[in-house]
């Protein structure tokens, strides 16, 4: 009898946080067969398209049954508590409900007369300045020394990117309503981590509202939100947070939000990212590279990537169900953790980063070498005199900020101390010196896409000497620094390290774009073809189907050679099969089509390997770059 009266007491005294969850869950489960009944009446109907995941017409602007379910639980909540919603005020509370009214209505004229991106841009953004005008939304809370403007901006962003992020990533049954769930549920728990359950109310109201959606907006969905609930639910789940920030919870009231909205947030990010690629290629290229506007929507969002790969729109809505919720429990575990937690970060940050990588490669970031390839190999007049002029000044930059983050390191790796004034004395001797060094020995006059190994030793040589003549200016100047061989000689390692990476970056940059089109070709009709040779005639050929990248349809996929002690080897990260007797064995392990003759031969020779290659099945050719007499 004690337990059940304890029971008792303890459902009870948590009325205030799962009463808001099941009334506004109940009210969900009756206002959404209203509202779409009412969204078929209007014709608001979702009809099946190219860009469509749904097989038959749809009703839309559901998302009103959610903001209604809402409203009306949280109304009856500040009635019963004497016009409080937890610690929001009431009049704030109100003014919350009217933008977010404001903003539904604008949502639901989308839904029905498919309203220009930029008129729902500009709604967007007037609901932003008066939410943080008139209602107090803002940073300030969370940084109290922000300046007013700054803290204007950074809201007017902060909002209007989780409206159109929660906006995008509603394309799957029961997506967008399935991670508004799980987001309020993360954020609310991390408050009561933090002991303030009173903010809390309004997450379970509209979690509630999202769970009695998602009866009718799961796989196969009867709804959906429509602009009408996807704005309306980015919209409160990313000024709530604003209202209950304080400067001593900033990871609850920033930190824990945005991992909580990381996969909308990310999504948009990525489409924005990739679409002004496609507008700069289509500008480049003059021709269709799919969608090239930024506000125009294209087929290659996360659920889109996803649905390709996996089964059924439920396995792909349960595998972004998967990753919010890793990204709430992480921030969770950070809290339970505190001090202790920047491992778990870490850790995460990098399998993040490899996922993200993963994703990326095969859309944008093959994109993006397109994009960067095209800039390379512009042979335009006005190209030309932009990049003499530039390529000098943007590497002495590149140089001068390099030497500076030298002498920082070596400071920090040394322990050294010294006064500002030895501080802005040092700086230029061994920074001006190196740098000197650089101009004397030659160089900014070297082309550095196409170095030799005595362009590095100058680069070495003009390091060393300018660390050397700073520690001389030093001692000359009576400049005081501690440890001055270390320091002179950690200096000059540094430089060296610093000047040689900063000028492999163009080949770095080069063969990782070619590595993203490599593997963009390899799902693609690409002609496969099999070098013969290994030589420099090799190294040429690759150049230009490097150069060709995002253009050449044709991919390398291996070598034959006749050197012996090549055999099993990589060259250019292909294997070298062997001879020309190995050539049906690499034919058809890596299914090639074409053989590339691409070393000196004399044309019997020629002759033989294309006699021998015939029965094989594979075209011939021959790769030359001899010298002719004129």
């Not at 919350?96 to 709604?123: C, E, H, N, Q, T």
């Not at 950070?334 to 993963?358: C, D, E, P």
């Not at 090799?538 to 230009?544: I, K, L």
């Amino acid at each position: 009898m004690r337990a059940l009266y304890a029971l008792i007491e303890a459902v009870s005294k948590s009325a205030n946080y799962w009463a808001p969850f099941v009334g506004s869950c109940v009210l969900s489960l009756l206002l959404v067969p209203l509202c779409r009944r009412l969204a078929t009446a209007l014709g608001m109907v979702d009809k099946p398209g190219p860009r469509r995941i749904n097989k038959t017409p749809i009703p839309r602007a559901g998302g009103l049954a959610v903001f209604l379910a809402v409203t009306v639980t949280l109304g009856v909540v500040a009635w019963v508590n004497g016009g409080k919603v937890g610690t929001i005020p009431s009049d704030v509370a109100f003014r919350i409900s009217a933008l977010s009214g404001a903003l539904v209505v604008l949502g639901f004229l989308d839904d029905k007369f498919s309203l220009p991106p930029k008129v729902k841009l500009a709604g967007q953004l007037a609901v932003a300045f008066v939410a943080h005008f008139w209602a107090g939304v803002g940073f300030a809370g969370t940084f109290p020394s922000i300046p007013g403007w700054l803290d204007c901006a950074v809201t007017v962003f902060w909002i209007v990117g989780a409206i159109n992020a929660f906006n995008l990533i509603d394309g799957l049954d029961g997506l967008a309503s399935g991670l508004s769930l799980i987001a309020c549920v993360g954020i609310a728990g991390s408050l009561f981590f933090v002991k303030r359950p009173g903010d809390t109310i309004f997450y379970f109201a509209i979690a509630g509202a999202c769970l009695g959606f998602l009866r009718y907006n799961f796989n196969p969905a009867s709804v959906f939100l429509g602009d009408t609930g996807s704005m309306y639910l980015g919209f409160v789940i990313s000024v709530l947070p604003l209202l209950t920030n304080s400067s001593d919870s900033l990871f609850v009231s920033v930190g824990v939000p945005l991992l909580a909205m990381g996969v909308p947030i990310f999504d948009t990010s990525l489409a924005i990212f990739r679409r002004t690629l496609r507008a700069f290629l289509r500008h480049k290229e003059n021709a269709d590279c799919g969608n090239s506007k930024v506000m125009q929507a294209d087929a290659d969002h996360l659920h889109h990537r996803i649905l390709r790969q996996v089964s059924s729109q439920k396995t792909a809505a349960f595998v972004l169900y998967a990753m919010a919720a890793v990204l709430v429990g992480t921030g969770l575990f950070g809290l339970v953790l505190k001090n202790r937690a920047v491992a778990l970060y870490i850790v995460v940050f990098v399998i993040g980063v490899a996922v993200i990588f993963k994703d990326m490669q095969r859309i944008e970031l093959w994109d993006a070498g397109r994009l960067l390839s095209l800039a390379a190999h512009d042979r335009s007049l006005r190209n030309f005199r932009r990049m003499r002029v530039l390529a000098v000044p943007i590497m002495v930059i590149a140089d001068t900020v390099m030497l500076f983050v030298s002498w920082l390191a070596t400071m920090g790796i040394l322990g050294v101390q010294i006064s500002w004034d030895e501080f802005h004395r040092g700086v230029p001797l061994f920074v001006g010196c190196t740098f000197a060094m650089f101009v004397l020995t030659g160089v900014y006059r070297v082309a550095w896409g196409r170095a030799m190994v005595v362009n590095y030793l100058r680069l070495f040589a003009a390091c060393i000497l300018g660390s050397l003549g700073g520690a001389v200016l030093a001692i000359s100047a009576g400049v005081a620094l501690p440890r001055l061989s270390a320091f002179t000689a950690l200096f000059c390692s540094s430089s060296i390290l610093l000047a040689m990476s900063i000028r492999f970056v163009r080949v770095a940059v080069r063969d990782i774009f070619y590595s993203l089109g490599r593997v963009q070709l390899r799902d693609s009709s690409a002609i496969r073809v099999i070098s013969y040779g290994a030589g420099l005639r090799y190294s040429a050929f690759r150049r230009e189907i490097i150069r060709g990248t995002g253009h050449d349809k044709r991919l390398l996929v291996g070598i034959l050679d006749d050197d012996p002690l090549l055999v099993g080897r990589y060259i250019g990260g292909l294997r070298v099969y062997g001879a020309l007797h190995t050539a049906a064995k690499a034919v058809a392990e890596l299914k090639a089509d074409e053989v590339v003759i691409t070393c000196q031969v004399s044309p019997e020779r020629a002759a033989e390997i294309a006699a021998y290659l015939k029965p094989i099945g594979v075209r011939v050719s021959i790769w030359t770059c001899a010298e002719q007499k004129l």
